[in-house]
């Protein structure tokens, strides 16, 4: 007897991976390097040198058993030393080993800040537009996601319809800044304005609202700007980091959840990730992983690459008409279609061997995405077809 | 609000861990070299050295995305045909690609395996003497662990309590063989009679009981012996597969689910693990350390050392009049303990240095495992130890 719930699932086909499977086979027919393949959010630029470089020479110099032996549950003792010092020199919060678990990457923190802090029915909101692996991630612990809709001038939060939503029965709230789709950074005021409504409604509901902030982005930021840090806006902020994008590393699967030492139950939290670990089966991530991140913590990836491929299409789209929030960060574009339905919009870009992906599955309809996450020359290979497409099908339109 | 039962959960301590920080801070005092420190399963034999070089020369040759890039969800795809090859070559059982999901570790592939055969509530027999973290494991996906009491003769099967045991809330058995506390390596005739059972019993009962097969010490077998192969005696058998002792990689978290080609909705089990996967959040096991055990599948550690150590301790142990089932493989073993209460004999044996784990953890109290995965030498050093710590202790008794 197979678990119906998850057979049910196999039906669900993910919009983004169909459209990714277009561009590959598309690809096929006319080589992949003509097909301007804006669905997938996988890191273009490689892993920085150094990575590779602490790989080899720990794999060269250390002990096997030392380098590949099991990591004690919450992470391997320094490498939580390491990031927590990390994170207090950037942030100021004084965050200290106890406050570090590590994880597989941001679904594997993730998986483990939402058994924190809800038990089955339990209510967790998040705002569109928004990451669609929320659901499932959310909706297979036995909680449920409820989905704010967008501020859709400025894609910061829409706090009129937060706060109808914001009802006893929400037990944490969800926030990606960077954020994927958008693209958008939110800015101080809208965390300051986000933290006051936590802290207020917490007082009233006589129960903790906690905040998961999902940060996957955080080092990807255009503009010589900083990512805003959602944790000094809100103590009771559960941090959840993925190293994924920022070092191109999404197959290693590596990241942390960072709670918050002022946060409500800190001491408990880690060691709670601990027991939810046993029942998740994740255990640690990899050792030899875990070792080398933490003697590259402060590097990045040449992320440049993203901000240069930002301007060319932000300066393209707009000129062409399409209304649009200019990325502060992430590798994420999400203009408005330019007709209502962008699915239809978006089937008629692949004509033009365009693949982009339409808003709806991000909780945004009307938009769609672009990642750039690919090698610049393409974009710029793409503008002309992108003219094309706009001139030939909505060219005397409005 | 914290989630309670993860909190609860905080105040059980696990026997083994807390005779291993036993052993550690007795080690500060004396040095570890004398404290003859039984407790832990951690391979003591290093990683293969073609290991360390696929690694190295994968990080100097490779192109870092393609290395360190996403790997589909159920694993990448040249892995999974060759673990599919491999497995094939090995048992004839024609797996192939699609019933293959690398997992990470046994802990990932067993919470895989249990979300896809049993719902909340359903049961999961499992025989004493058993490893203790399968009662987290099964709890906390909601399903209940029942532990079928040990055959404290030969530790095989205690078939008439098993058959008492398996009603029809039963949705799946769990077995480890070699096992984990016992070394003992179930028969050919033991597999055989199981399988028989289990189809009549879901002929009976009108569904499917699956045999979940947890095989982490399937290459660690002595006397030249092989572990009789449990896919082989019942189809509806899913097997989850560690690489941590057979390569000694225990922190790299890496194994794979393997579902009997033959099994009742084979075409189903593996995509449902990867939705199981959005769930658990682990996405799949390091994309790197995946490529480098699909290079050394055929190969493990020197696991001689565990051969010679288990002649050495049964025969000091028999010598001394201890009750003892020969381990057929793995690197325990599990003496009767010299007097009833075997937390007691324990107690005692830290007087020697000696730390013994007792069997009541195991689900077989009167008894206690021997972890022998150390250095040859130190078991050589422990058995005067050992022998000056029964003649003290029981001398003239019985």
Same mark, same amino acid.
């Given at each position: 007897?197979l678990?119906q719930?998850y057979k049910?699932?196999?039906?669900g086909?993910?919009?983004?991976?169909?459209?990714?499977?277009?561009?590959?086979?598309?690809g096929?027919?006319?080589?992949?390097?003509n097909?301007?393949?804006?669905?997938?959010?996988n890191?273009s630029?490689?892993?920085p040198?150094?990575?590779t470089?602490?790989?080899?020479?720990?794999l060269?110099?250390?002990? %096997?058993?030392?380098l590949h032996g099991?990591?004690?549950?919450?992470?391997?003792?320094h490498?939580?030393?390491?990031?927590?010092?990390s994170?207090e020199?950037r942030?100021g919060?004084?965050y200290?080993?106890?406050?570090i678990?590590?994880?597989s990457?941001a679904?594997?923190?993730?998986?483990?800040?939402?058994?924190?802090v809800?038990?089955?029915g339990?209510e967790?909101?998040?705002?569109a537009?928004?990451?669609?692996?929320?659901h499932?991630?959310?909706?297979?612990?036995?909680?449920v996601?409820?989905?704010? %809709?967008?501020?859709?001038?400025?894609?910061?939060i829409?706090?009129?319809?937060f706060?109808?939503?914001?009802?006893?029965?929400?037990?944490?709230?969800?926030v990606?800044?960077?954020?994927?789709?958008?693209?958008?950074?939110?800015?101080e005021?809208?965390?300051?304005?986000l933290?006051?409504?936590?802290r207020e409604?917490?007082?009233e509901?006589?129960?903790?609202?906690?905040?998961?902030?999902?940060?996957p982005y955080?080092?990807?930021?255009?503009?010589?700007a900083?990512?805003?840090?959602?944790?000094?806006?809100?103590?009771?902020?559960?941090?959840?980091?993925?190293f994924s994008?920022?070092?191109s590393?999404?197959g290693e699967?590596i990241?942390?959840?960072?709670v918050?030492?002022?946060?409500?139950g800190?001491?408990?939290?880690?060691?709670?990730?601990?027991?939810i670990?046993?029942?998740?089966?994740?255990?640690? %991530?990899?050792?030899?992983?875990?070792?080398?991140?933490?003697?590259v913590?402060?590097?990045?990836?040449?992320?440049?690459?993203?901000?240069?491929?930002?301007?060319?299409?932000?300066?393209?789209?707009t000129?062409?008409?399409?209304?649009?929030?200019?990325?502060?960060?992430?590798?994420?574009?999400? %203009?408005?279609a330019?007709?209502?339905d962008?699915?239809?919009?978006c089937?008629?870009?692949?004509?033009y061997?365009?693949?982009?992906v339409?808003?709806?599955t991000?909780?945004?309809?009307?938009?769609?995405?672009?990642?750039?996450c690919?090698?610049t020359?393409?974009?710029?290979?793409?503008?002309?077809?992108?003219?094309?497409?706009v001139?030939?099908?909505?060219?005397?339109?409005?």
């Amino acid at each position: 007897m197979l678990v119906q719930k998850y057979k049910d699932m196999l039906s669900g086909k993910s919009v983004i991976r169909q459209l990714s499977e277009f561009a590959a086979q598309r690809g096929q027919e006319i080589g992949y390097e003509n097909v301007f393949d804006y669905s997938l959010g996988n890191p273009s630029v490689p892993a920085p040198e150094e990575f590779t470089e602490v790989m080899i020479r720990m794999l060269k110099e250390r002990e %096997p058993r030392e380098l590949h032996g099991y990591s004690p549950n919450p992470g391997i003792a320094h490498v939580r030393d390491a990031v927590a010092a990390s994170l207090e020199k950037r942030f100021g919060i004084p965050y200290r080993r106890e406050h570090i678990f590590m994880a597989s990457g941001a679904a594997g923190a993730l998986a483990h800040a939402f058994r924190l802090v809800t038990e089955p029915g339990d209510e967790i909101l998040t705002f569109a537009p928004f990451f669609p692996e929320y659901h499932p991630y959310v909706d297979l612990t036995g909680a449920v996601l409820k989905v704010v %809709p967008p501020d859709c001038e400025a894609f910061q939060i829409n706090f009129n319809r937060f706060e109808e939503m914001l009802t006893p029965k929400v037990m944490a709230v969800l926030v990606n800044t960077p954020n994927n789709p958008s693209g958008v950074v939110y800015s101080e005021e809208t965390l300051q304005r986000l933290g006051e409504i936590l802290r207020e409604k917490s007082a009233e509901y006589g129960h903790t609202i906690y905040l998961i902030s999902d940060e996957p982005y955080r080092e990807i930021v255009f503009d010589g700007a900083e990512a805003p840090c959602v944790s000094r806006f809100y103590n009771n902020t559960i941090m959840c980091y993925s190293f994924s994008k920022s070092l191109s590393l999404p197959g290693e699967r590596i990241g942390y959840v960072a709670v918050h030492p002022e946060c409500d139950g800190a001491e408990y939290m880690v060691p709670m990730c601990v027991q939810i670990s046993r029942g998740t089966g994740h255990n640690c %991530p990899p050792s030899i992983i875990q070792l080398a991140v933490a003697q590259v913590l402060d590097l990045t990836s040449d992320t440049s690459v993203y901000e240069t491929n930002r301007s060319l299409l932000y300066n393209e789209l707009t000129d062409l008409g399409f209304t649009c929030v200019k990325p502060g960060g992430t590798f994420y574009i999400f %203009p408005r279609a330019l007709e209502e339905d962008a699915n239809v919009f978006c089937k008629k870009a692949l004509k033009y061997d365009l693949v982009l992906v339409p808003g709806d599955t991000f909780g945004a309809p009307g938009f769609f995405r672009m990642a750039y996450c690919i090698d610049t020359e393409k974009v710029e290979r793409s503008l002309p077809a992108l003219r094309r497409f706009v001139e030939e099908e909505y060219k005397g339109r409005d």
